[in-house]
């Protein structure tokens, strides 16, 4: 709930176990008081405190001490009188850019609105959450700022986001629209972010923080591989079961900027939001500009704690569609398996494989449209390729309808192909700056998805392949960044409004297709995992993690995005050794036991497997039908961190903890090892389970407070997994 107490003027946002608190200065000022586990206090005013500091310069005349550099703000700006990173700038029509926000009026009503054109979390009965809007205003300008902010009490959970409204009668230039800020009055934190590269996404760092500004962002026009749009600041004695930790998650897939600025007095400015960098936004009188949401989380129960948080909420509360609260069909992609060198009949062998082996979807990869038999063309012309597909699409389509699996396609929408007819009829239908070069990415350019026609063509195009055969699922990939971000229908001042515009372009159109057809099922992709944010999660409920599936490449991949991103999200397949990526051998079973970590399926070619291998298969493919809904949706618990060491260990407990899953893996041999075990995490203290495969009884207390036994395993590269069961 949210309420205002008039007497101290302090608003309160309570979630079951949380408070966050700021309060309204007679100045007009919004000064932020708290946020953490829940507290009542009868007069919050005592949290804040300032005393007047050299060369921080006084804002009040009647209050010498009040400084906006040294006050905790909710959404500062620059210019009058604070030094900090602003969460705002603003140019105005006579070219200054010093403007300052007051309160002008708040209103806090049941639900939460959806944010106009852009992905966001939602509710579904009007009081799963309660939302505050303030309304802020710089009164020379007239330009004003809506705060809002919403509670999702259940879940935990606070979103951000501020809408500007030009209420004056000039126009404006929006230069950094930040979609919140908290500062901290102290700045003992460490900061934790998921930064990598292609196929290494997501890995876990962790550092104090220190004076000065550290930030993660991209300027890549896609939320990236480099680094995922979080960070979360953690008590330096946090761990993962244990301490304060504050996340904050971006709904956005484009340019973004996390940062933290410690300053001279040992306070922590946390602000998320679109890159100011590279951006502008002409703001017209009337017009309005609305920033992306910032989910956030705080946990006192360690990272664990607030990573089951993010699941719970994006899992129900982003993720849309009929395939939500489905279990995820079983699936075999021939990527791996055939690059781009298939015909009909090779694809018909690996599904009748597939479907022998007890799978359920096939998805037909890059390569199937135009001429595309490499990566240099083609992109743009969705239309089959007879020489691979004489028969066409649709007749494919049946032969895998007609044994028994469904069929699922790949696209790669946002581009063009320079050798391709779009592009030969539409070249300037392509992100490009006049008179420069285009630079090629995987010789492919972007489509200038800012422009409404060339949403509308696209569109137009998937549908018709969509609409020409009973296709179910649909792997949409992105693989290159941005370069040269210019749109040709843009008059100059607005060049720099391209990258945003292309994204609520690409927001449109993914509504428009997934809305357009409901039964099937999306997995976004960008040359594996570089648009893993929760943008893309709104429209599509699963994405492909990292084009690495080596088996312990992906224990680092999948245990980082596990930090934010729920299970059912993670795509994880079992593919050929030696590995295509690392060219590392592992075993069929330890590759099986990654990706059943995940959403699982297959990338290889099934007809190559021996006789045992099928067995093997056969029997994952059999025990993921029994867990896929212990893994797709219970609660996650990470155990043993394979960036600490030379093992990794999660498991998966049902809401009810009658049902329990531990997965154990083994990085390289050891020689007299030290006999160990593993201590496991969120099951009932006083319940019996049994372990399913040995039909062994253990009490739920010393499972957890003394551990389970971790065998022998011999080899590098080992799993072993536990099936547990409660006794009634
Ligand atoms: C990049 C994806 O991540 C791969 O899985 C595959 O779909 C290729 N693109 C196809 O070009």
């Known amino acids: 709930m949210i309420y205002f107490d008039p007497l101290t003027k302090s608003f309160h946002l309570q979630t079951n176990k949380t408070s966050y608190i700021f309060q309204l200065l007679n100045q007009g000022y919004l000064a932020h008081l708290y946020w953490g586990r829940r507290i009542s206090p009868p007069d919050p005013s005592y949290l804040l405190r300032y005393v007047g500091r050299a060369f921080s310069p006084s804002t009040d005349p009647s209050d010498l001490n009040l400084s906006l550099d040294t006050l905790p703000q909710e959404y500062p700006g620059y210019g009058t009188s604070d030094f900090r990173q602003p969460a705002y700038q603003v140019q105005l029509h006579n070219g200054s850019t010093a403007i300052e926000f007051l309160y002008k009026s708040h209103r806090i009503f049941q639900g939460k609105p959806k944010l106009e054109g852009l992905p966001a979390t939602y509710v579904e009965n009007q009081d799963e959450a309660t939302t505050l809007e303030v309304h802020l205003q710089d009164s020379i300008s007239g330009l004003s700022v809506l705060l809002s902010y919403t509670v999702f009490e259940e879940l935990n959970a606070i979103t951000r986001s501020v809408r500007f409204i030009n209420e004056g009668k000039d126009p404006l230039r929006l230069l950094r629209v930040q979609s919140m800020n908290i500062d901290f009055h102290h700045a003992l934190f460490d900061i934790l972010h998921l930064s990598g590269a292609w196929a290494k996404e997501r890995w876990v760092y962790r550092q104090p923080l220190r004076p000065g500004i550290q930030s993660v962002e991209s300027r890549r026009g896609a939320s990236s591989h480099q680094h995922n749009p979080f960070i979360a600041l953690l008590d330096p004695n946090a761990t993962e079961d244990t301490g304060d930790v504050y996340g904050f998650s971006l709904v956005y897939s484009g340019n973004f900027l996390a940062s933290v600025e410690v300053d001279q007095y040992s306070t922590a400015r946390v602000s998320l939001g679109i890159n100011p960098f590279d951006f502008s936004w002409l703001l017209e009188p009337g017009e309005e500009f609305q920033t992306p949401e910032v989910v956030m989380v705080y946990s006192p129960e360690g990272l664990g704690g607030m990573s089951r948080i993010y ?63 490499n990566d240099r063309t083609s992109l743009g012309d969705w239309i089959v390729d007879r020489k691979k597909l004489p028969n066409g699409l649709e007749s494919l389509v049946q032969r895998i309808n007609d044994m028994g699996l469904q069929f699922g396609l790949w696209f790669e929408p946002e581009m063009v192909s320079p050798e391709s007819e779009l592009y030969k009829n539409h070249p300037d239908w392509c992100l490009h700056v006049p008179d420069r070069r285009r630079t090629e990415s995987r010789w492919q350019l972007i489509l200038d998805f800012s422009r409404e026609e060339v949403c509308d063509a696209v569109i137009k195009m998937v549908s018709d392949v969509l609409t020409s055969a009973p296709i179910r699922y649909v792997k949409w990939d992105m693989n290159r960044h941005m ?173 009810d903890q009658c049902e329990a899953l531990v997965f154990y893996f083994k990085v390289l041999a050891q020689p007299n090892e030290p006999l160990k075990r593993l201590y496991l995490k969120g099951l009932d203290p006083n319940a019996l389970y049994e372990w399913i495969e040995s039909g062994e009884i253990y009490g739920g207390d010393s499972l957890m407070y003394a551990g389970i036994n971790i065998p022998f395993l011999h080899g590098d590269f080992t799993s072993f997994v536990w099936r547990l069961k409660k006794r009634n």
Not at 563 to 590: D, F, M
């Open 483 to 655: 370069t040269e971000i210019g749109s040709a229908a843009l008059p100059s001042e607005r060049q720099r409004e391209t990258a945003h515009r292309y994204m609520l372009g690409l927001y449109r159109v993914m509504e428009e297709i997934t809305s357009k057809f409901p039964h099937i099922l999306f997995e976004g992709c960008s040359g594996g995992g570089g648009r893993f944010d929760p943008g893309i999660l709104y429209y599509m409920s699963q994405i492909w993690t990292s084009d690495n599936s080596d088996a312990i490449e992906r224990l680092k991949i999948q245990y980082g995005t596990s930090i934010v991103y729920p299970i059912s999200t993670i795509g994880a397949h079992v593919t050929a050794v030696p590995n295509h990526q690392v060219h590392r051998v592992t075993s069929l079973k330890t590759r099986g036991d990654v990706a059943m970590s995940g959403n699982f399926g297959y990338e290889l070619d099934l007809t190559l497997l021996t006789a045992e291998e099928k067995d093997l298969v056969r029997q994952q493919v059999n025990q993921y039908k029994e867990i896929r809904n212990l893994v797709q949706k219970g609660e996650f618990y990470r155990l043993l961190n394979p960036f600490t060491g030379n093992e990794c260990a999660w498991m998966f407990v049902s809401d």
């Open 311 to 373: 699941h719970r909420l994006y899992r129900t509360r982003l993720c849309r569609g009929v395939y939500r609260d489905q279990v995820r069909p079983i699936l075999v992609n021939n990527w791996e398996a055939t690059y781009f060198h298939f015909n009909e009949d090779k694809l018909c062998q690996i599904a009748e494989q597939a479907k022998e082996l007890g799978i359920e979807l096939f998805v037909l990869d890059d390569g199937w449209f135009g001429q595309r038999d």
